[in-house]
């Protein structure tokens, strides 16, 4: 059977194509679409990192579909009318103080904000700036269920979790969340969560531009999906 498999970030530099197909035997799995794609591309190692199809995560003992669409995610540096999620290639400094504005109501009495921004140095090597690459169909959903599991979790209020792609200079945002809630221990847990949740299951990928070269920044993987 064949499958169609999408690569990203250093996965994709290292295969020199975001996009494989690979020719498969029936009731194969992920994983052994894994051995395939790392069979075909000598030196590139997918361990560690999640599998996803039709833009759900997908464990290793998945089995596989003709047709299907794979996409192998390196490890992550993760709605309604009260939420705004998304994804966006323009600076994030102008849509703080509207999305903190927004966030403010009289129902609420803590609105909780965090932005994080690019760091230089970072481990002792100046940083020039950053490019964020995303799955962005995919990551968009994965913004929207995000923020549904903040509801799910606390009685909140507006939610907001925004993040920047593209090129990202030093002290300039990539990422702005903003929780509003009746009571500050739940806007302060939640907005906490959020980025913990980004940082683990969101499919955006940095790299650093270094002074003397570049490098991906690799963090986690959701537990039970890793390859």
């Given at each position: ?10 996965y ?29 591309v ?17 464990k ?16 992550v ?9 998304g ?34 140095p970072?481990?002792?090597r ?5 490019t ?25 209020g ?6 920047r792609?593209?090129r ?15 009571h ?5 847990e ?15 990928w ?22």
């Amino acid at each position: 059977m064949r499958v169609n498999v999408r690569l990203f970030a250093h996965y994709r530099e290292a295969a020199g194509t975001g996009r494989l197909e690979l020719d498969l035997p029936e009731g194969s799995t992920v994983a052994d679409a894994k051995a395939a794609v790392e069979a075909v591309v000598p030196g590139l190692d997918l361990s560690g990192g999640m599998a996803a199809l039709g833009e759900e995560l997908v464990k290793p003992n998945t089995p596989l579909r003709e047709g299907a669409e794979l996409a192998f995610l390196p490890p992550v540096s993760g709605g309604g009318q009260d939420d705004r999620t998304g994804l966006t290639k323009e600076p994030l400094e102008p849509m703080i103080g509207e999305l903190v504005a927004w966030a403010t109501a009289p129902p609420y009495g803590a609105v909780v904000s965090f932005v994080g921004t690019t760091r230089s140095p970072n481990k002792g090597r100046e940083v020039r700036y950053l490019t964020y690459e995303a799955y962005e169909s995919m990551a968009a959903a994965t913004l929207d269920r995000i923020a549904g599991e903040l509801r799910a979790r606390w009685p909140l209020g507006r939610v907001a979790i925004v993040h920047r792609l593209g090129r990202v200079n030093p002290a300039e945002a990539s990422i702005v969340i903003v929780v509003s809630s009746p009571h500050r221990p739940e806007a302060f847990e939640a907005a906490r969560y959020a980025l913990e949740r980004v940082k683990l299951i969101l499919p955006v990928w940095k790299k650093e531009h270094l002074e003397d070269g570049e490098v991906w920044v690799e963090g986690g993987a959701a537990e039970g999906y890793r390859l």
